[in-house]
């Protein structure tokens, strides 16, 4: 199964990348643009056909190591077979 | 004639490059035993103490110290911690210890996005820790840095509890010892430049006290870090 974790510093967290990027957006004309928080995704390709316990297991993965839980949250999206 | 030295034992993950800088410490400065373990060792070698050095161990993938974590010798590190060994992470090592919850909180990237590589001041605000013993409270201490990733935050309460606790142990501050946003070299919250465990054991600090531990280097005043855990094992 295609599972895509995403990880982003959480709400309220300081972000420098994010608050670069969003001053970068503003400076290129966007200013509609009022707050960026940058973070990362994770594809992975898992085996299993329980959706649920798969998605069980990429939360345990974000958890143990993909996201550092003091400053970031994640969310776990198993992709639709093509 | 005393007791025998206290043993170091300087770990080494893929990516240190400051473990040479704390193995001269302890053997030519300090005169003592010192064994570099290299991190898929779980043998701690009958080490005293315990220092996880600089660097950027597993390249700092994913995140600093998130991957050095899961070396097998961070179990015999953890286990000689909860026993109350002394344990000290510099730069790296103090992220580390961070990520394998040996002490709380997180880094971020610095402040202004950028590599940090400088000297600056430190209060010594818990001179009671293994490592700090040595040092005045309040002292004011200067030490190089070198980090992109140094800037320090924790939970509210985890922050209150610290600085109840006295847990930090070290916070920049200017050449006078006041604590300002100037003297911040990353954004760490409340300038905490380093940190300790309730029971003083486990100290993670970003500066280097091993960069500035002789007069050869124009400053020693790192030196007593590691003087300090051998004061605090010798017998009474």
């Known amino acids: 199964m295609k599972v895509e974790v995403r990880v982003y510093p959480k709400a309220g967290v300081l ?68 | 004639m005393s007791a025998a030295k206290p043993r170091f034992a300087i770990v080494v993950f893929p990516g240190s490059n400051c473990d040479r800088d704390c193995h001269h410490v302890a053997t030519e400065l300090l005169g003592c035993d010192a064994e570099y373990v290299w991190h898929r060792d779980t043998d701690l070698k009958g080490a005293d103490v315990v220092i996880l050095p600089g660097g950027f161990a597993y390249g700092d993938y994913l995140r600093a110290g998130a991957l050095a974590r899961f070396s097998p010798v961070m179990e015999s590190v953890t286990r000689f911690a909860m026993d ?50 040595l040092y005045e409270p309040g002292q004011v201490v200067q030490m190089p840095v070198g980090h992109g990733e140094g800037n320090y935050t924790a ?58 531990a002789e007069g050869l280097l124009g400053n020693d005043v790192g030196r007593k870090m590691f003087e300090s855990a051998v004061a605090a094992l010798a017998p009474a």
Request: charged share 25%.
């Open chain 2, 84 to 133: 109350g060994g002394p344990v000290l992470g510099i730069c790296n090592g103090f992220q580390v210890l961070l990520e394998a919850g040996l002490l709380p909180g997180a880094v971020r990237v610095n402040r202004g996005l950028r590599y940090v590589c400088k000297d600056v001041y430190m209060r010594v605000e818990n001179a009671s820790t293994a490592f700090t013993r």
């Open chain 1, 15 to 82: 972000d420098p990348q994010g608050r670069a990027i969003a001053s970068a957006l503003e400076r290129l004309g966007h200013e509609t643009v009022s707050d960026v928080r940058a973070g990362k995704i994770f594809f992975l390709d898992v085996e299993g056909d329980d959706p649920v316990a798969v998605e069980a297991e990429a939360r345990k993965m974000a958890e143990e190591l993909l996201a550092n839980t003091v400053i970031e949250g994640y969310d776990v999206r198993i992709a639709a077979e093509p």
């Open chain 2, 155 to 212: 939970p509210p309460e985890t922050l209150t509890e610290l600085e109840y606790e006295a847990g930090v142990v070290f916070r920049y501050c200017d050449e006078t010892g006041r604590v300002t946003d100037e003297a911040n070299p990353n954004g760490s919250t409340a300038g905490i430049a380093g940190i300790a465990n309730r029971e003083g054991n486990v100290v993670g600090l970003m500066p280097h006290p091993d960069r500035c």
